[in-house]
């Protein structure tokens, strides 16, 4: 069966600071991939996602960016973070037919930028 | 564009209430909707699911919703709600053919024992 995983799961950094999420998918081989932020009273908003190798898309302008090394790994990064980074990060990959698709989410991470 | 609408941010209820959990979506083409529940401390979990057919749909837990094509809704439903189901509801939708898959901003729901 296909498992989605997130390191670290908590993260306490100070502003100014480099960030790098992992995210790993087992089970599967060339999952779309996805980056989400979720914010109390915000739902989750999509940053990034990936349909293969190399291949980003960005939803939003921002501090933050993707990258995508290896079928089964997307990595989300910051060369300086700020404060407005705080939140719960979450990895997803889409399972499922032409049509039919659906994502399935790993455990998140919380960031705290201090 | 998409965009999802979660007109309740808080419901509290006792158990062995009714439930039902609104969502509006806006969208003027074929869509799929699911709805996801993030128990405290837990990550983000398929509820259930509708993509065609019968629009009345039915998840875990006793949870089901029913896709309205005409009012562009999916409201999500159990008729008797326990204190376990105490989560935070996410309504989602995601136009055929689109990568995005576009949220609401969620229901926390508190049952009371």
């Known amino acids: 069966s296909q498992t989605i995983h997130q390191w670290p799961a908590t993260l306490v950094q100070p502003v100014g600071s480099p960030l790098s999420l992992e995210c790993t998918v087992e089970?599967?081989?060339?999952?779309?991939l996805y980056w989400y932020r979720q914010a109390a009273g915000r739902g989750l908003q999509l940053l990034f996602y990936?349909?293969?190798?190399?291949?980003i898309s960005s939803e939003v302008p921002q501090n933050l960016s993707a990258s995508r090394p290896q079928d089964r790994q997307f990595i989300l990064s910051s060369k300086k973070l700020l404060l407005s980074d705080s939140g719960f990060y979450l990895c997803?990959?889409?399972?499922?037919?032409?049509?039919?698709?659906?994502?399935?989410f790993g455990p998140g991470t919380r960031l705290l930028v201090l | 564009a998409q965009s999802v609408s979660q007109h309740n941010h808080h419901v509290i209820l006792s158990e062995a209430a009714s439930l039902e959990l609104g969502c509006n979506y806006s969208?003027?083409?074929?869509?799929?909707l699911f709805w996801y529940v993030q128990y405290p401390g837990q990550h983000l979990q398929l509820l259930l699911k509708?993509?065609?057919?019968?629009?009345l749909v039915k998840g875990i837990k006793g949870f089901e919703a029913e896709f309205i094509k005409s009012k562009f809704s999916f409201n999500l439903r159990k008729p008797s709600v326990q204190w376990s189901d105490t989560a935070e509801y996410f309504c989602?939708?995601?136009?055929?053919?689109?990568?995005?898959?576009?949220f609401g901003t969620g229901t926390r729901l508190l049952v009371s024992p």
């Open positions: 969208y003027g083409g074929t869509v799929n």
């Open positions: 990936s349909v293969g190798i190399g291949q």
């Open positions: 989602a939708v995601v136009g055929t053919g689109f990568q995005k898959l576009v």
């Open positions: 509708y993509f065609s057919g019968d629009p």
């Open positions: 997803a990959w889409r399972a499922g037919l032409l049509g039919r698709e659906t994502q399935y």
């Open positions: 089970g599967t081989s060339n999952p779309n």
